[in-house]
Structure formats: C-alpha cells, structure tokens
Nanobody, 116 residues
Framework: QVQLVESGGGLVQPGGSLRLSCAAS????????RNWYRQAPGKQRELVAG???????NYADSVKGRFTISRDNAKNTVYLQMNSLKPEDTAVYYC??????????WGQGTQVTVSS
C-alpha cells in the first residue's frame, strides 16, 4: 500500500505560477513511476506529467515548456511546478503512483483554478 498526500493547489491569475507537492508513504520501494493527472469538469482525467524511477520524464503537449515535474527521493515527494498558467489549466490535479506490480494509487486531489 502506498499513501499519497497532495498540497499546493489554489487560485491564481493567468500567467501565474503554482507548485504542487505529493508526498508518498508506505510501500514506496515498489514504485515504478510517479505521475500527475488532472480532470476538468465534464472532461476525462488526463496525464499531465510523469517521472519514472530512472528519472525519465514525459509531459502532455499542452503543458510542455510550462510545467516541470521533479522529485526529492529523500522526502519521497514529487513536485509539479506550473508556470505561465492558463484558464484551461483549471482542474483537479491528482497525484498517482504506478508500481512494479502494475498497481495504481491515487491522492485525494487538489483544486487548481486559473482565473482573473
């Protein structure tokens, strides 16, 4: 079992920045990848960014150049730095862990609202 606790969401104006954090606890040694997903009202959940245990990263085309995923292994924490935010980035952001046993764990979600 892996437990995930997210923080860092909120309200920001267009062009602003936010940093999301996701702290993992429990069976963290079996983690293969850590990801951020988001879900906007009326839309499907989509992958925003991911980082594997080897350090490889991937991003949705819509956030490339604006978002950066990083990790602090000592703290078992993954971050999502979001810059140049747009209204279309408004969504609930979910932290996800994918394990070597092909299991997925999810955080509770944190709301990000980009509005003037």
């Amino acid at each position: 079992q892996v437990q995930l606790v997210e923080s860092g969401g909120g309200l920001v104006q267009p062009g602003g920045s936010l940093r999301l954090s996701c702290a993992a606890s429990g069976s963290v040694f079996g983690i293969y990848a850590r990801n951020w997903y988001r879900q906007a009202p009326g839309k499907q959940r989509e992958l925003v960014a991911g980082i594997t245990s080897g350090g490889s990263t991937n991003y949705a085309d819509s956030v490339k150049g604006r978002f950066t995923i990083s990790r602090d292994n000592a703290k078992n924490t993954v971050y999502l730095q979001m810059n140049s935010l747009k209204p279309e980035d408004t969504a609930v952001y979910y932290c996800n862990v994918h394990t070597l046993q092909a299991r997925d764990y999810w955080g509770q979600g944190t709301q990000v609202t980009v509005s003037s």
